[in-house]
Structures are given as structure tokens and as C-alpha cells.
Nanobody, 124 residues
């Protein structure tokens, strides 16, 4: 089992930045593809970004490409999401997830473990 705990969410003005962290316990993250998803009120959960097990590959949704950056520190068992140039439409609960898939995956059913989420609110 992998336990994931997100942190770093909060309230920020449009144009600002936040960095989310996802700390894992139970197992080393190094073997997992890691992803971030988000869910806004009244909307379905959507894929944001994923990073391969050793960080050599990433994939981003078009809505965040060029503004968000994912990284991982396997030694610290932590994944990060740097969010810049935030917009009101980025407001959502952000979830960290781990997948045993050996390739980058964007569909939420492919992720085996989930954190509880952290709220990000961007005021316009």
C-alpha cells in the first residue's frame, strides 16, 4: 500500500504561484508513475500532469502546459507541482495519484493510489 498526502494548497490571486507537494509513505515512489488531477465544483475529475517513474518523461494537459511543472525527488519520496501564472479556472481540489503502469498514463482508472486532495483557490 502507498499512502499519499498532499500539501501546499491555499488561496492565491490570479497571476500568482503555488507549489504543491505529495509525500508518500508505505512504499518507495520510485517505481510508480505519478500524476496530478484536479476536480472543480460541479465538474468531473480531470488529468493535469504525469511524470514517469524516474522522471525522464512528463505529459501535461493543454490547459496547464507552459504554466505548471511537475517534478519528483525519489530520495524524499515526494512529488511536486509548481503552478505559475494561476488563473481563476485553476480553482479546484488537486489530487496526487500513483500508478503501477510502466508508461505515462492520463486516465484516472489507471491510477492505483490517491491522496485526499488539497484545495487551490485562485481569486480573480
Amino acid at each position: 500500500q502507498v499512502q499519499l498526502v498532499e500539501s501546499g494548497g491555499g488561496l492565491v490571486q490570479a497571476g500568482g504561484s503555488l507549489r504543491l507537494s505529495c509525500a508518500a509513505s508505505g512504499r518507495t515512489l520510485s517505481r510508480y508513475t505519478m500524476g496530478w488531477f484536479r476536480q472543480a465544483p460541479g465538474k468531473e475529475r480531470e488529468f493535469v500532469v504525469a511524470i514517469s517513474a524516474y522522471g525522464s518523461n512528463t505529459t501535461y494537459s493543454d490547459s496547464v502546459k507552459g504554466r505548471f511543472a511537475i517534478s519528483r525527488d525519489n530520495a524524499k519520496n515526494t512529488v511536486y507541482l509548481q503552478m505559475n501564472s494561476l488563473k481563476a479556472e485553476d480553482t479546484a481540489v488537486y489530487y496526487c495519484a500513483a500508478s503501477t503502469a510502466i508508461t505515462l498514463v492520463t486516465g484516472s482508472p489507471r491510477y492505483n493510489y490517491w491522496g485526499q486532495g488539497t484545495q487551490v483557490t485562485v481569486s480573480s
